[in-house]
């Protein structure tokens, strides 16, 4: 597998995370290192954060679709979305 440190813009802080990925490239896991921003941080909950286990390049992962939004959160919630699927694609482009 795979141990991928990235980061997000939030609404004005960077968010720094990182995802596990398993042998076949699915999420195993995602862990937000350092969150920097004033408001938002409801993107912490394991809850949420577990929304993504499982997924692999190519799903959906589109916000208030297949991934809930968090309201008061969203651009944050956007951010993560939409890095978590560039790691994914990564992958499938580099790593696999």
């Not at 609404?11 to 999420?27: N, Q, R, S």
């Not at 921003?37 to 679709?65: C, M, Y």
Request: aromatic content about 8%; hydrophobic content about 40%.
């Amino acid at each position: 597998g795979w141990f991928v440190l990235d980061e997000v813009i939030g609404k004005h802080e960077l968010i720094t995370y990182a995802v596990a990925l398993g042998a076949d490239g699915a999420v195993q896991g995602v862990d937000i290192l350092d969150y920097r921003e004033t408001h938002g941080a409801e993107v912490r909950n394991p809850r949420w954060r577990a929304q993504f286990i499982g997924k692999k390049s190519g799903d959906a992962l589109q916000l208030d679709d297949d991934i809930k939004n968090i309201s008061g959160a969203t651009l944050s919630c956007r951010g993560m979305t939409n890095g978590i699927k560039r790691v994914l694609a990564t992958y499938q482009a580099a790593l696999k």
